[in-house]
């Protein structure tokens, strides 16, 4: 969810990409992990539009069960970051009916920074077909269509979910989970959707505490996924020796 929101543009290009991560570092959350994480839009995108506070509702979901509670001072605002593929335009011009085909087409996706000392990036959509580093060939991705919107303006992005793990509470496994359960409870609106620390709770305590990071096994997937409603049969893997 979102409100009315002050909106910054950073124009990039490959000579400035550095400079301009490194300015937005300073103004976001973005940290140098992020920028790294980042480096992977270089030659794709050529504008950023920045939300300043934005209320993410998986990092709330965080917040709520998790960081509220640790003796440190936090906020469970985040920064957004919306990409696209030009740079010819204005935050005006969204509202610009006329101009919105053309905005709207060069939509590759958001990223939500969050506001954590390492890996601050949150729930990420991006368009894999509009990223330089497609060739086109050899290529499959899974997607589907996420609305997102600026101040209100639907904005369209055809992509796969993905958030990083926090190392504290998250690991590559719940994420991933996260990922798989967020593409369905998208595509299909018979799943409920469900969010990073739920995928913590729904971890079965059989083989210890489910955080600080314990590690994750099969039988932790496939109790998850049966909770979330799809019901996966684990099958074991044959072995030529």
């Not at 960081?67 to 030009?86: A, E, P, V």
């Not at 996260?178 to 620390?197: D, M, Q």
Request: aromatic share 14%.
């Amino acid at each position: 969810m979102s409100y009315s929101n002050k909106l910054t543009i950073v124009k990039l290009n490959e000579l400035n990409w550095n400079k301009q991560l490194l300015r937005l570092k300073d103004t976001t959350f973005l940290t140098d992990w992020g920028i790294e994480v980042l480096n992977c839009l270089k030659g794709s995108v050529k504008s950023i539009i920045v939300e300043e506070k934005y209320i993410c509702k998986d990092f709330r979901n965080m917040y709520s069960n998790y960081l509220s509670k640790k003796f440190k001072s936090s906020t469970n605002l985040t920064n957004r970051f919306h990409f696209f593929s030009i740079d010819d335009f204005t935050d005006k011009d969204l509202y610009n009916t006329s101009l919105y085909s053309k905005i709207n087409n060069a939509y590759i996706g958001f990223s939500v920074i969050r506001p954590l000392k390492e890996r601050c990036i949150g729930r990420t959509v991006l368009n894999p077909f509009k990223l330089a580093i497609n060739s086109g060939n050899n290529f499959f991705n899974l997607t589907t269509k996420f609305e997102t919107k600026i101040n209100g303006i639907p904005f369209i992005v055809n992509g796969y979910p993905y958030i990083s793990q926090t190392m504290d509470v998250t690991v590559c496994a719940h994420t991933s989970l996260w990922g798989v359960c967020r593409y369905l409870s998208e595509r299909y609106k018979v799943y409920k959707e469900i969010y990073p620390f739920d995928i913590v709770n729904m971890t079965d305590t059989y083989h210890g505490r489910t955080f600080p990071n314990r590690g994750m096994t099969y039988t932790d997937y496939s109790s998850i996924l049966t909770k979330f409603g799809t019901f996966p049969l684990a099958i074991r893997a044959k072995v030529n020796r």
